[in-house]
T-cell receptor
């Protein structure tokens, strides 16, 4: 059974640009959540999607957005990139949504903003 | 404020030795506590998940304990191996809002 797939693996962008990251969940999983990981802040929750609807949202500015498609695949978009957006972006999938679900993480997309 | 604090920040041990990592939390109302292992350049992998009623859970050489009264958890690694070198992250789930609160992690390095 294939795991969670994130693409691309690495990205280099410049300030002011926008970026779209992709996440394909484990087959049969209907929930996808996104996280930002930096050395200084650790893992921080961005948002969670289930059945194409955002169910939960963390404390990030509106420049961070996401969506989920009918096949459960999800994309995350960051507009007007800032230097501080440089981070490892992880997505995780689970069967259902909510705090009791076991999460399966992808290997992440390493974003560098220059 | 919901917080999860882990100690130590980093740890170096010799191969074959045991070690214990600590996690203190103030998340309320509590739903469950998880330990994850994250290898460099990879996503976290779940080791254990414990609910309020569970005070011990094992996964091979990894044993997690939970004291819900003192809001403390520990992860004990027995007979460490070089492959145990990783970051170990404690995560607590709050019932209210279904949100996860992450600790900053403990970086473990096992030396031969």
């Amino acid at each position: 059974k294939a795991g969670v797939t994130q693409t691309p693996r690495y990205l280099i962008k410049t300030r002011g640009q926008q970026v779209t990251l992709s996440c394909s969940p484990i087959s049969g999983h209907r929930s996808v959540s996104w996280y930002q990981q930096t050395p200084g802040q650790g893992l921080q929750f961005l948002f969670e999607y289930f059945s194409e609807t955002q169910r939960n949202k963390g404390n990030f500015p509106g420049r961070f957005s996401g969506r989920q498609f009918s096949n459960s695949r999800s994309e995350m978009n960051v507009s007007t990139l800032e230097l501080g957006d440089s981070a490892l972006y992880l997505c995780a999938s689970s069967l259902l949504w909510g705090g009791d679900e076991k999460l399966f993480f992808g290997s992440g997309t390493q974003l560098s903003v220059l | 404020k919901n917080q999860v604090e882990q100690s130590p920040q980093s740890l170096i041990i010799l191969e074959g030795k045991n070690c214990t990592l600590q996690c203190n939390y103030t998340v309320s109302p509590f739903s469950n506590l998880r330990w994850y292992k994250q290898d460099t350049g990879r996503g976290p992998v779940s080791l254990t998940i414990m609910t309020f009623s569970e005070n011990t859970k094992s996964n091979g050489r990894y044993t997690a304990t939970l004291d819900a009264d003192t809001k403390q958890s520990s992860l004990h690694i027995t007979a460490s191996q070089l492959s145990d070198s990783a970051s170990y992250i404690c995560v607590v789930s709050a019932v209210d809002g279904n949100k996860l609160v992450f600790g900053a992690g403990t970086i473990l390095r096992v030396k031969s």
